[in-house]
């Protein structure tokens, strides 16, 4: 039987956007112009990261500066691949925090713009310019204010030519008392620093003797594992957790930096820093949310034929009831797909997410909406199932006559979903199922090569 989430993909890879009805005819109502049209839509969804001054190849605020990328705006945004937004729209959880997608009908607004010349319109209907924050300030600064603290790496000094490094320093965090986290933002020191940094996880390092009365869903904890304050990669930004959740902080704690680092052709030196917004002193959240990463393969092996679409699979039992926080495909330049869903204690198999179109450039993480975010009863087994794209078809792939396996190295592959996860009791869990209705499948969805 044909799945109808990868026939879906299968149009949208080749430009075949199905609109709704009601798209077609609101976009085909009126003419379309930048100024009236589709500068508001850039404001919302795009200028962010397009004006002067940051990474992106241009700036997207101006009719000059947009006019000339008409046709590539079309493109990439009709394929789905910008805004970095690669969630299937058909599949699972819809309701995200940070959802930075272009609707139907803000897509078919740009195409038929586009497709009419790219006209500017009335210069007046252009709407005010939007004024951005200074390239320093942290984006969680505009909800939670300045950060309580901030931990920097151990500056590093990257080659122009050299293998992958990786640089693991440990950072001393200046609390003087168990305090909570909740938020986390981090990112590399400046631009020249993102051109080299693949990803990075800054770990917690601490003694916790009430730790083992803790776990993630998947088992006690020793008293010196309190796990990930956050992993860091193109895309991903920052963590904000779940009212009355958090990660404890104690004194005497640090961070070790598992920094990934890879050559670009210029000498480049620089280091990650991580913000830390903290709970009032007093205020101690119910649960503890611990940074996850539910494999997609069966005990990291991965054994990537040349020439060949691979599929991959990992199964994890959650040993108490669960929540999840978000959901952040990690894999490298051969990676095209990945999805996660729970398979439920009484056999019903519940879809979470699904991203159709992983691009390796951009790790983007996608925060379920409170509302949206789903639980677990213990038991629940998470499956996590992973594509690999090990053809010349992939135009990431650096050579696909290559057998490729397991590795940390950008030219070698992994498969895990980074989740948030915080344990909860089973009366609670049952408390949360009474207001929440769940969608299951008669059995597993499979994919075809």
């Known amino acids: 039987m044909i799945n109808a989430r990868f026939v879906s993909a299968a149009l949208a890879s080749f430009g075949l956007l199905a609109l709704s009805a009601s798209a077609a005819e609101l976009t085909n109502a009126k003419p379309v112009t930048f100024t009236k049209d589709i500068a508001p839509i850039l404001q919302e969804k795009c200028q962010d990261c397009h004006h002067k001054g940051t990474a992106a190849p241009m700036s997207l605020v101006t009719y000059e500066e947009t006019r000339p990328w008409a046709k590539s705006i079309k493109a990439r945004v009709v394929a789905r691949n910008m805004p970095p937004w690669h969630i299937d729209p058909t599949v699972g959880i819809q309701k995200f925090k940070n959802d930075m997608s272009l609707s139907e009908e803000q897509i078919a607004m740009i195409a038929r713009w586009v497709d009419s010349g790219a006209p500017m319109g009335d210069a007046k209907d252009m709407p005010v310019a939007k004024v951005f924050p200074p390239n320093d300030t942290w984006l969680l600064e505009k909800q939670f204010g300045k950060p309580d603290l901030i931990i920097e790496s151990d500056p590093y000094t990257m ?7 990786w640089w693991r320093p440990l950072t001393t965090i200046n609390v003087d008392e168990p305090r909570w986290a909740r938020a986390v933002e981090m990112r590399p020191a400046s631009d020249a620093g993102r051109k080299i940094t693949h990803h990075a996880i800054a770990h917690l390092v601490q003694h916790d003797p009430s730790a083992p009365e803790l776990n993630d869903g998947l088992g006690q904890r020793s008293p010196d594992e309190a796990g990930q304050l956050m992993e860091w990669a193109v895309g991903k930004n920052y963590d904000i957790f779940d009212e009355g959740t ?10 070790w930096w598992d920094i990934h680092y890879h050559a670009v052709g210029e000498q480049i030196r620089d280091h990650v820093q991580l913000a830390v917004w903290l709970y009032p002193k007093g205020q101690e959240p119910k649960h503890r949310t611990l940074l996850t990463g539910f494999q997609g393969t069966d005990g990291g092996r991965l054994d990537l034929e040349p020439n060949k679409v691979t599929e991959s699979n990992g199964y994890t039992v959650l040993r108490s009831a669960s929540c999840f926080g978000n959901f952040q495909p ?111 499948l008669g059995g597993r969805r499979q994919a075809a090569n």
């Open 246 to 255: 958090g990660k404890l902080i104690l004194p005497g704690s640090h961070v």
């Open 159 to 165: 080659p122009a030519k050299s293998q992958d490094q």
């Open 330 to 440: 990690h894999m490298h330049l051969r990676g095209k797909a990945m999805a996660i869903e729970a398979i439920l204690p009484d056999g019903g198999i519940q879809e979470i997410s699904y991203v159709d179109k992983f691009n390796f450039n951009w790790m983007t993480n996608y925060i379920y909406a409170d509302d949206a975010a789903p639980c677990f009863p213990k038991g629940t087994i998470v499956h996590v199932t992973a594509w690999h794209d090990n053809t010349a078809a992939n135009p990431n792939n650096p050579d696909a006559r290559q057998w490729v396996g397991y590795g940390d190295r950008t030219v070698d592959e992994m498969a895990h979903a980074w989740v948030n996860v915080t344990s909860i009791s089973d009366d609670e869990y049952a408390e949360w199922a009474k207001t929440h209705k769940r969608e299951t």
